[in-house]
């Protein structure tokens, strides 16, 4: 039923940062964990960060650890991962999901482009 769209995908050099942000269409991510994953051709998608719950502290992939941070707006409408100090190993399709009670995604978004020049 919910409908995700990610945006703020792009070309960057590398050092460079993206702020990725995804929005659910008709309500609120109030009642949803969410988690951003990514994809490169020839290999199956990534984990890359995930909330725990509101407040709490997130989880991270060692590779991106430090340099990215998942976050969200005041009024949950908008899901936030902030990419810095960009890598060409970042390049990828970038997805949001919803996360089930377990941490397993569930609905994804179509994706946004991330193309890190070295």
């Known amino acids: 039923q919910v409908q995700l769209v990610e945006s703020g995908g792009g070309l960057v050099q590398a050092g460079g940062s993206l702020r990725l942000s995804c929005a659910a269409s008709?309500?609120?991510?109030?009642?949803?964990?969410m988690g951003w994953f990514r994809r490169v051709p020839e290999k199956e998608r990534e984990f890359v960060a995930a909330e725990r719950w509101t407040g709490s502290t997130a989880t991270y992939a060692d590779s991106v650890k430090g340099r990215f941070t998942i976050s969200r707006d005041n009024a949950d409408t908008t899901v936030y991962l902030q990419m810095n100090s960009l890598k060409p190993e970042d390049t990828a399709v970038y997805y949001c999901?919803?996360?089930?009670?377990?941490?397993?995604?569930?609905?994804w978004g179509l994706g946004t482009q991330v193309t890190v020049s070295s």
């Open positions: 008709g309500r609120t991510l109030s009642s949803y964990r």
């Open positions: 999901a919803v996360l089930t009670t377990l941490g397993l995604p569930q609905v």
